[in-house]
């Protein structure tokens, strides 16, 4: 894992907030009533791609999110440029990726209780 420096830092918070707060408004019934949060956004060098780590409960509605976030990815990107718009110069592309460290909590929570 390559060392980010701290403008990425702070341009990954910054979009996790704002992007928490879009997902947030969209409300539950626009991810098939699963709760979605952003967990983490990691940001390439050079600040034109974003990273963007949810989390989905319940996780047996992590599929159905996912194919829900590809096709409001434009949009949510869209979000992201109004609130982002006067601080960076381009607005980074969106890839969501599952963030299933709940489950594994869970699965090893599960091995130590047996």
Request: glycine share 6%.
């Amino acid at each position: 894992m390559e060392n980010e420096t701290t403008r990425q830092l702070k341009v990954a918070k910054q979009i996790q907030r704002d992007l928490a707060e879009i997902i947030r408004s969209c409300g539950m019934a626009a991810f098939d009533g699963a709760m979605v949060t952003v967990s983490g956004v990691r940001m390439s060098p050079d600040l034109s791609f974003a990273k963007v780590y949810i989390s989905v409960f319940p996780s047996n509605k992590a599929n159905k999110v996912m194919e829900i976030m590809e096709k409001k990815g434009k949009q949510l990107r869209g979000d992201l440029g109004r609130l982002v718009g006067k601080q960076l110069r381009i607005v980074p592309e969106l890839a969501f990726h599952i963030d299933d460290s709940l489950d594994y909590v869970e699965h090893i929570d599960d091995l130590l209780k047996s």
